[in-house]
Antibody
Framework: EVQLVESGGGLVKPGGSLRLSCAAS????????MNWVRQAPGKGLEWVSS????????YYADSVKGRFTISRNNAKNSVYLQMNSLRAEDTAVYYC??????????????WGQGTLVTVSS | AIQMTQSPSSLSASVGDRVTITCRAS??????LGWYQQKPGKAPKLLIY???SLQNGVPSRFSGSGSGTDFTLTINSLQPEDFATYYC?????????FGQGTKVEIK
């Protein structure tokens, strides 16, 4: 069974840093692109970042570019999101999601339960 | 970035109704679009990928259509467990972008 378990969320002051982790199991982690998606309280979903299985491609939303860094450790079946210079508008539940594919089509087929990040003084 | 305009933002429907939700892309995205269902306090769930392909295990009352800029999610014979918020997501190019969501409520 595919499982994704996020951790590392919490309360942090504006300008602070936090590192989220997502531990994967039940599939060959190194074969899959991994993503982070967030959802501010009462708001819609926002794609944040993607890290390809090969490590050749990393993408960020404009709203986090230069402040957030995605990384992965295939030996530990984990993907991470280092968040620096945090702002109040980064307050959200952060989801880790696996990207699968069928032919040329990609999609997010498995999601973790999410971890809440609150940025407040 | 490609903008995804989803409508309506909310709707009220009864069990057994047919429901249609639309998503329009600001530029052509072929059929690189997925539909996701989210219930309160839960992670999103993939329903449809490649605009019209049903994800394994998803009931056949869900269907998707469209290509280019205009897409539709249809729920035939709405069931009690279908009351949720639905999002489209374009995966044509980065940054991926979601629609604003459609909340389906009980009439």
């Amino acid at each position: 069974e595919v499982q994704l378990v996020e951790s590392g969320g919490g309360l942090v002051k504006p300008g602070g840093s936090l590192r989220l982790s997502c531990a994967a199991s039940g599939f060959t982690f190194s074969n899959y692109n991994m993503n982070w998606v967030r959802q501010a309280p009462g708001k819609g979903l926002e794609w944040v970042s993607s890290f390809s299985s090969s490590g050749n491609f990393i993408y960020y939303a404009d709203s986090v570019k230069g402040r957030f860094t995605i990384s992965r450790n295939n030996a530990k079946n984990s993907v991470y999101l280092q968040m620096n210079s945090l702002r109040a508008e980064d307050t959200a539940v952060y989801y880790c999601a696996r990207m699968s594919w069928f032919g040329e089509f990609d999609y997010l087929d498995h999601w973790g339960q999410g971890t809440l990040v609150t940025v407040s003084s | 970035a490609i903008q995804m305009t989803q409508s309506p933002s909310s709707l009220s429907a009864s069990v057994g109704d047919r429901v249609t939700i639309t998503c329009r892309a600001s530029q052509g995205i072929r059929n690189d679009l997925g539909w996701y269902q989210q219930k309160p306090g839960k992670a999103p769930k993939l329903l449809i990928y490649a605009a019209s392909s049903l994800q394994n295990g998803v009931p056949s009352r869900f269907s998707g259509s469209g290509s280019g800029t205009d897409f539709t999610l249809t729920i035939n014979s709405l069931q009690p467990e279908d009351f949720a918020t639905y999002y489209c997501l374009q995966d044509y190019n980065y940054p991926w972008t979601f629609g604003q969501g459609t909340k389906v409520e009980i009439k």
